[in-house]
């Protein structure tokens, strides 16, 4: 059925950052051809929850808010932080507009953003990759697994929305610059029934890392214990004993788990800010994580995903109509947005002052960690 196809566009990766870029590229102009293609189904386990109140502009300029807010996912009214201080202090987002934001079953979001997508006209192959591609003159000759069965097709542009791992900028020998080695280990909850309906994120600093934890929809709660790659295995984060160890020295998540169920074993994220040192290239840009991750603590990675798919897809069809400097712009914003992202990240650190002498800390707040991870090279092992 798709075999030796013409397509505008090949959006590698189906998350937040692949389906906004093919949102925004079908809204404006309905008669492109657009295709992604996206490893999984929607079914496997993902992490990243916290859906901020300025989201819904992003969800809005996508022209999917309102059937967003009949998914119900889960209102949340701000943040409390022991940040700083043993004290929790609350981070309403009541005087933000909107003033509400949500914490997502992510597989249910990502799959309604896919689902909308294909409703707009998009070509979704699920359980599918790409093989290998060749460029020409026009474009790109590719070869993909769809499901079982190889496919071969053309495609004018490529969108590489695959994540952090970045599936095309890594064949592009694009470098990549890594600012820390942040890693979660997350575990899923059961919730009972007399737990409190707090539906704050709380986030508890300790002298190596920070915890987070956030109530999702469905009666679960996500927990999750961030700390450097080379620091976890000190703590044997990876362990039920280290777990619970950690655990016991927190005051305010091990009581918000009093009366929990353990879903499922805990699995380890990369978590590290990073970027491509170009996020374009000939006929191709990317987007999301792909193009730069952020720190968690800002959940700000969907947001971000939505916002550079909506900016790239304005990129690719400024290109497609021959303005020039199009794709160099996209590169020159998300450059700068990124320095932003990096002072305010810093600010956020500096903030916690309690544990100077541990190394969590001391790299976050000496600069040591960005001089020793500026110049290393794209493609080191990801996993901690
Ligand atoms: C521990 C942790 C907690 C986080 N918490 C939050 C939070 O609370 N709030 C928040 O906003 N953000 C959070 N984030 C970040 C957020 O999850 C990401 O920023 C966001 O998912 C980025 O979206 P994306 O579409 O760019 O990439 P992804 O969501 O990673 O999507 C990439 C897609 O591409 C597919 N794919 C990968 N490789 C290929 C390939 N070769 N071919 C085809 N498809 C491929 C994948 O299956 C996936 O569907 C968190 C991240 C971590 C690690």
Not at 8 to 22: C, E, K, N, S, W
Request: hydrophobic share 35%.
């Amino acid at each position: 059925m798709y075999n030796n196809q013409q397509y505008d566009v090949l959006i590698i990766g189906g998350g937040p950052a692949g389906t906004a870029t093919a949102l925004t590229l079908l809204r404006h102009q309905p008669e492109l051809k657009v295709m992604i293609v996206e490893t999984g189904n929607y079914q496997q386990q993902r992490v990243g929850e916290s859906l901020p109140p300025l989201a819904l502009d992003a969800l809005r300029t996508l022209g999917v808010a309102e059937s967003f807010l009949q998914q119900n996912h889960l209102p949340t009214y701000g943040t409390c932080a022991a940040w700083g201080s043993d004290e929790l202090y609350a981070n309403e987002f009541i005087f933000q507009l909107n003033n509400r934001g949500w914490h997502l079953d992510r597989c249910r979001f990502d799959a309604f953003l896919a689902e909308e997508a294909q409703d707009k006209g998009a070509t979704l192959l699920c359980n599918s990759k790409v093989l290998n591609y060749d460029k020409q003159a026009e474009g790109y000759d590719l070869n993909i697994q769809y499901q079982n069965q190889p496919i071969s097709l053309k495609a004018r542009f490529l969108v590489d929305a695959s994540g952090r791992n970045a599936w095309l900028a890594k064949r592009e020998k694009v470098a990549k610059i890594r600012y820390d080695k942040l890693v979660g280990f997350c575990r899923f909850y059961y919730i009972g029934e007399d737990m409190p309906e707090d539906t704050y994120t709380l986030v508890e600093a300790w002298e190596n890392g920070w915890w987070y934890s956030a109530r999702l929809p469905n009666r679960q709660l996500i927990v999750a214990a961030m700390t450097d790659a080379d620091l976890a295995g000190r703590y044997q984060l990876n362990t039920d004993k280290g777990w619970q160890q950690l655990l016991t020295r927190s005051t305010h998540t091990r009581s918000r788990l009093h009366t929990v169920t353990t879903i499922d074993q805990q699995q380890a994220w990369p978590a590290a800010s990073q970027r491509l040192i170009r996020t374009i290239g000939i006929r191709w840009l990317a987007v999301g994580d792909a193009a730069a991750t952020l720190d968690p603590l800002s959940s700000q990675g969907i947001t971000n995903a939505l916002r550079t798919g909506i900016f790239g897809a304005y990129a690719i069809l400024d290109f497609f109509k021959g303005k020039s400097g199009s794709l160099e712009k996209y590169d020159r914003w998300m450059r700068e947005s990124y320095e932003d992202y990096l002072e305010t990240k810093a600010q956020f650190y500096s903030e916690e002052q309690r544990w100077p002498q541990h190394a969590f800390w001391k790299k976050r707040q000496t600069g040591i960690e960005f001089e020793s991870y500026q110049n290393m090279k794209l493609w080191k092992s990801e996993s901690p």
